[in-house]
T-cell receptor
Framework: GQQVMQIPQYQHVQEGEDFTTYCNSS?????IQWYKQRPGGHPVFLIQ?????EVKKQKRLTFQFGEAKKNSSLHITATQTTDVGTYFC???????????FGSGTKLNVKP | KAGVTQTPRYLIKTRGQQVTLSCSPI?????VSWYQQTPGQGLQFLFE???????NKGNFPGRFSGRQFSNSRSEMNVSTLELGDSALYLC??????????????FGPGTRLTVT
């Protein structure tokens, strides 16, 4: 079954509002990666989290890895129209040899 | 450094035919993974090749196969095409095995339509 669940599926926000997408795994992850796919484009690597409780920031983006290494979140502060796209998490469970991608959260930002 | 390239970019085939897609990884990258992306199923892992050997495989039927050459270029083959095989096929390259904490660089994809 699905190893990594991601919610919400869609999010519509007004420019300037915040946005958060969540990933949950049924098993402990050795690491998790986040990707962004612009409409008509391909996934582009954003960041990787490895340590329990890790928090990383990239300008307005904040990435967190849960203490149990089973969940992760991506938070965007004060969204801009350039943030439009689908955000995917990809988890690598221990004892598995592949990444499981979440279903993605499609973000739409109204100017 | 050139990015990941995939050919062809678009392809239209009929049911029952077979198709071969090609992927050239970033220079120096030795791992190539293939994914199928559809609106309903999202990104689904097909397989990963490293040093010309398949290292990992997703849950796809045997009609889906691949190979990797000594220069790390990879091909993916789908035989006896079905309507449900219509999708965007993405390949991703990484320095070593993707599971080894390496980021994956995706190509632009091949849009396959089966009629």
């Amino acid at each position: 079954g699905q190893q990594v669940m991601q919610i919400p599926q869609y999010q519509h926000v007004q420019e300037g509002e915040d946005f958060t997408t969540y990933c949950n795994s049924s098993t402990t992850l050795s690491n998790i990666q986040w990707y962004k796919q612009r409409p008509g484009g391909h996934p582009v690597f954003l960041i990787q989290l490895v340590k329990s409780g890790e928090v990383k920031k990239q300008k307005r983006l904040t990435f967190q890895f849960g203490e149990a290494k089973k969940n992760s979140s991506l938070h965007i502060t004060a969204t801009q129209t350039t943030d439009v796209g689908t955000y995917f998490c990809a988890g690598n469970p221990y004892n598995f040899n592949k990444f499981y991608f979440g279903s993605g959260t499609k973000l739409n930002v109204k100017p | 450094k050139a990015g990941v390239t995939q050919t062809p970019r678009y392809l239209i085939k009929t049911r029952g035919q077979q198709v071969t897609l090609s992927c050239s990884p970033i220079s120096g990258h030795r791992s190539v993974s293939w994914y199928q992306q559809t609106p309903g199923q999202g990104l689904q892992f097909l397989f990963e090749y490293f040093s010309e050997t398949q290292r990992n495989k997703g849950n796809f039927p045997g009609r889906f196969s691949g190979r990797q050459f000594s220069n790390s270029r990879s091909e993916m083959n789908v035989s006896t095409l079905e309507l449900g095989d219509s999708a965007l096929y993405l390949c991703a390259s990484s320095l070593t095995l993707a599971r080894s904490f390496n980021e994956q660089y995706f190509g632009p994809g091949t849009r396959l339509t089966v009629t």
